[in-house]
């Protein structure tokens, strides 16, 4: 930037800059309601950082660069720390971090022992305890300066009101401190936080956007009582002032802390070398969300206190500690429309078009919305400034519209009263629906076209070559009658039918010798037709796939009719005991019911689908083109079968027998203690140390929704590298069926 313009045009810069980072840290820490996520607030502060480099004039004491970031609300009251609370420096990457390393071993002339621990986001906390007893808890502030908030403070689980006076305390040497100034991060707990939000939006007419700011919301309250009612905890992280005893390094502090009964970490590492350093880092990048508090990074301090003095601190951040950032899993975007998609049950639902952006490292342009009432709980408009987030491998959700950056042209989305691929109009189904559905089951283009790939789906008849862009060009019309009329038509397809279809056309086109290919006069509205006596390869693999699929066995074929809430699981089960498409469709809804894992609800669906006559005939038509399901003597192996899994902590919709037998029901065997070779651990709240133990054997750990999801549909296929895999699908109706 340097010498790209004036030092007028640069201070103009900055202090533009300034001015938003100083609105951003307001925003964030005192109203905690931010308009920028974390990320871009990063990249202004980094923007701001660049622009001091290049004019070192620019980097006055009162810079963003130079001030813990932060500020007092006026209606707490303010008080001064007793010792300043800093703030870190960030590394995005390896080769920041790799570069702080090199700095600490060139001032200290060695490797030190470094101490790894989570970097939680939540809010900063300091709390001073004089002989034992804790006299005050303040939050950061701008680092000099925070707010009082003892008496909130008191109301918190996990934070003592006086230190433990114990033996392992007096073992390292101190009973309880004359005094101590403890800081922390207090947080809200993942798990509960949509709860929570749900119950704020009925009770507070407001929702949070993240747990952070709920944990900020929550603490900042003027009234103690509002605070002792939701569910904040605290992890300490350092030891400020300090009075009546000495401590080696930050690990013997928090050795210390947890004797005296503070909320210290599990996960805290003690490494000697920059390569355990990355790989702690690569770990949790990885089990990002088995932590039960949102995180945003890692922090690796020198653990020598010492070595901490001796490497010091700049004006805000001590250079003994880096704070190394994940990918930020929230941003924001523009919302540039909602339109409506229909589903393989009808359904028909909203959904986000936004200007794409990268999240949690992949590039988003779409967000289902469910429904019209969730597009309404969401408050969001269409032209807003949308917060998207997308936790790990979990689909994207917008989380909420950023409401100061509207301009007044937003407009509300309308829910068309017709079907966007048929237009008949829509309907509930029945009263009190929220959904909304198109009864043009048998005609619709587009119902037709998502069953189809429904059915082509790795849990139904796992077509690989009947894709998505496979079910649109079977199924839409392309200058002629598409080649199926629906999925009845599936398995009478035969080369000559797909020849006049563009995409096997197209297919051909690319596998043909140069001198085999018909030149199409650009005044065809639709390509010429390729001779049918040469297949294309694509049209050769569906041909043999859909062959092949006529025998796989026989739940995967009452799995792909798409009957509303037969899912996999429900059709093993049947398929286990009926034995025969023909013995289900005959069967009453209580001979349905009385099968293991079949409910009422589905026994009835699947009666009500065979009643009506087309279903019938895809059946019918099926069976007649040579579909002969394979029923195995024994009934095939339970989805399940061959996992180990370990069920601990409370689940909210299972006993902890009922958890156990459905596991079993499904083949799993349940075990109680957790070792390498356990497939699962199930964790339900107040987990105990087998949740600890699955964490640091990486043993994977699954929620209560995650356990249903696992009797639903089994274990994820192993992943299959050399399949282009959709970067971001929709599936708005759950694959379970559970629709
Ligand atoms: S150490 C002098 N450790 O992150 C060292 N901070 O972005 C200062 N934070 O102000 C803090 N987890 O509020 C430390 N394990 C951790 C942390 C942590 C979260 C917060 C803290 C700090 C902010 C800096």
Redesign the pocket.
């Known amino acids: 930037m340097a010498g790209s313009g004036s030092l007028a045009e640069a201070r103009a810069r900055h202090a533009d800059f300034a001015a938003q980072i100083e609105d951003h840290r307001f925003r964030y820490h005192v109203l905690d309601q931010p308009t920028i996520s974390d990320g871009e607030y990063d990249k202004l502060m980094r923007a701001l950082d660049a622009l001091e480099t290049d004019y070192p004039e620019l980097r006055t004491p009162d810079s963003p660069t130079q001030k813990v970031g932060g500020a007092v609300s006026a209606d707490l009251p303010a008080v001064p720390h007793l010792e300043r609370?800093?703030?870190?420096a960030n590394a995005m990457n390896f080769e920041e971090l790799e570069a702080w390393h090199d700095r600490v071993v060139r001032e200290i002339g060695t490797v030190p022992q470094y101490l790894c621990?989570?970097?939680?986001d939540?809010?900063?906390l300091a709390l001073v305890y004089e002989h034992g007893r804790l006299v005050r808890g303040v939050t950061?502030g701008d680092g000099r300066v925070g707010e009082d908030v003892t008496q909130n403070v008191r109301a918190i689980t996990g934070i003592p009101g006086q230190l433990t006076r114990s033996a392992e305390a007096e073992e390292l040497g101190v009973g309880v401190p004359e005094l101590v100034e403890v800081?922390g991060?207090v947080y809200f707990p993942s798990a509960l936080f949509d709860e929570f939000n749900a119950h704020s939006q009925e009770t507070e007419g407001r929702t949070y956007a993240n747990p952070r700011n709920a944990a900020a919301g929550s603490l900042r309250q003027k009234d103690p009582r509002i605070t002792a009612q939701r569910p904040l905890r605290m992890v300490v992280?350092?030891i400020g002032a300090r009075k009546g005893f000495d401590v080696a390094s930050q690990s013997h502090a928090y050795e210390l802390l947890r004797a005296w009964g503070l909320p210290t970490s599990d996960r805290v590492k003690v490494v000697s070398s920059l390569d355990e350093v990355k790989q702690y880092i690569e770990y949790y990048g990885k089990h990002r969300h088995d932590v039960e508090h949102e995180i945003d990074g890692v922090?690796v301090?020198v653990d020598d206190f010492a070595l901490q003095g001796r490497l010091g601190a700049t004006s805000k951040d001590?250079r003994w500690?880096i704070?190394f950032k994940y990918p930020p899993e929230e941003v924001t975007t523009k919302l540039l429309d909602i339109k409506v998609q229909v589903g393989r049950t009808g359904r028909v639902t909203p959904y986000a078009v936004m200007s794409p952006v990268k999240v949690a490292g992949s590039t988003v342009a779409f967000a289902t919305l469910h429904n019209k009432e969730i597009v309404v709980r969401k408050g969001v408009l269409i032209g807003d400034t949308v917060i998207l987030r997308k936790a790990g491998d979990v689909i994207p959700e917008i989380v909420g519209p950023v409401v100061d950056l509207r301009d007044g042209t937003e407009r509300e989305f309308v829910m068309p009263e017709n079907c966007p691929d048929c237009g008949t109009p829509i309907a509930a189904q029945k009263e009190g629906d929220v959904d909304l559905r198109c009864p043009n089951a048998r005609y619709c283009p587009g119902q037709i076209r998502e069953r189809l790939a429904y059915l082509a789906g790795r849990t139904a008849l796992d077509i690989e070559a009947l894709g998505y862009e496979a079910a649109t060009a079977l199924t839409q019309p392309d200058g002629g009658e598409p080649p199926l009329r629906d999925e009845g038509d599936l398995f009478e397809l035969t080369a000559e039918k797909l020849a006049d279809v563009t995409m096997y056309q197209q297919a051909r086109g690319k596998d043909a010798k140069e001198g085999d290919r018909e030149l199409v006069p650009y005044f065809f509205t639709k390509p010429a037709p390729k001779k049918p006596s040469v297949p294309t390869k694509t049209t050769e693999q569906l041909i043999e796939q859909l062959e092949a699929a006529k025998t796989r066995d026989l739940w995967r074929f009452l799995v792909a009719l798409s009957i509303r809430h037969v899912g996999p699981s429900a059709a093993r089960e049947i398929a286990r005991e009926l034995r025969s498409l023909d013995r289900i469709g005959q069967a009453s809804a209580e001979e349905l019911a009385s099968i293991e894992g079949v409910g009422p609800t589905i026994a009835a669906s699947i009666v009500e689908w065979f009643a009506v006559d087309w279903h019938r005939g895809i059946v019918k038509r099926w069976l007649a083109a040579g579909v002969n399901p394979a029923v195995p003597a024994d009934g095939g192996p339970r989805l399940l079968a061959g996992l180990t899994m370990v069920i601990t902590g409370t689940l909210t919709g299972f006993s902890r027998d009922g958890a156990k037998e459905a596991a079993q029901a499904a083949g799993a065997k349940v075990s109680g203690s957790v070792s390498k070779k356990t497939s699962y651990v199930v964790v339900g709240e107040n987990p105990g140390s087998k949740h600890d133990k699955a964490v640091e054997l990486g043993v994977p750990v699954l929620d209560e929704a995650g356990f249903r999801t696992l009797l639903e549909q089994g274990p994820p296929p192993a992943p299959q590298p050399e399949e282009p895999q959709p970067e971001e699908s929709q599936s708005e109706e759950p694959a379970d069926g559970a629709v």
């Open positions: 609370m800093l703030s870190l621990e989570l970097k939680v939540g809010l900063a950061r800081r991060e992280h350092g922090v301090k001590p500690a704070a």
